[in-house]
């Protein structure tokens, strides 16, 4: 069950009596239990209204705690409850209303978690989560807030693929998610081919760093191979943000 929060989206902002932060300082405040939230993410959840910072007179925005709280809640509620942002919104207006908020139970059979259910893509049940856990279609669909046709857009731009003996893995998952986002702000697929092949570019070169590793017979050199290479992909997608912020010359408020 979810607590009654301090108030809503405005409410929150306007009552927190704690300092007020700037965006930069709310992503490294989320990071270390998000480490894939982004500023962009963060002003898209803003556009859509789930939370609404303070301006200072020259425009900057300005988070309380609340708006920390808030933001953590519903970035929690996408990832371990595979909630899109109009169900997260009703379920925060219902909070602000007072009202009591029961969130399901992940749905079980014996000691393990359904492979198809959201707590098994999104969370963990007292173990490590699984990597094998796949959704269908449908799921990928109700995830992204998309169609049938603008998957298959997105699968034909080679954005998004099914995983070897079918569905989608958690990774593509939040590739779908995100794409989506980025569609609000009018990118198209045929924007995002680009992107996809950089990516690829920079897996190649993480393979080839690690790959030496990764083929020893050791158990713990291959084990220290893997979490190389995820330190290594984390300070890829880290370098790939930072060089656009600086392209563009934004700044982080």
């Known amino acids: 069950m979810l607590r009654t929060p301090t108030g809503g989206a405005g409410n929150g902002t306007a009552a927190s009596a704690g300092r007020l ?50 933001l953590s809640r519903i970035l929690r509620l996408q990832r371990d409850h595979y ?9 925060l207006d219902a909070l602000a209303r007072g009202e009591q908020v ?9 000691d393990s978690v359904d492979p198809a259910s959201p707590a098994a893509v999104y969370g963990e049940v007292g173990r490590e989560r699984s ?32 995983a070897p003996g079918g569905g989608f893995d958690a990774e593509t998952v939040t590739v779908a998610r995100l794409i989506a986002d980025l ?6 697929p045929r924007h995002l081919r680009a992107m996809k092949a950089a990516a690829d570019r920079e897996a190649g070169l993480v393979e080839q760093l690690v790959a030496p590793l990764r083929r020893h ?4 050199t291959r084990a220290h191979a893997e979490a190389t290479m995820r330190e290594l992909a984390g300070l890829s997608v880290r ?6 912020q600086t392209a563009l010359g934004v700044r982080l408020n």
């Open 21 to 70: 932060v700037s965006i930069g300082t709310v992503l490294t405040m989320l990071r270390d239990e998000f480490p894939d939230v982004t500023i962009s993410k963060i002003r898209f959840l803003e556009a859509e209204g789930l939370v609404e910072p303070r301006r200072t007179p020259s425009g900057y925005r300005k988070f309380s705690t609340d708006d920390v709280d808030r």
């Open 83 to 91: 909630m899109p942002l109009k169900v997260i919104r009703e379920q």
């Open 102 to 110: 029961r969130i399901p139970s992940p749905t079980m059979h014996g």
């Open 131 to 162: 990597t094998a856990a796949r959704v269908g279609r449908a799921e990928l669909i109700s995830a992204a807030e998309v169609d049938e046709v603008q998957l298959g857009e997105w699968e034909s731009y080679g954005l998004i693929a099914e």
């Open 183 to 188: 569609g609000r702000f009018g990118l198209e």
């Open 217 to 220: 017979r050791n158990p713990q």
């Open 239 to 244: 370098l790939h943000e930072a060089l656009v």
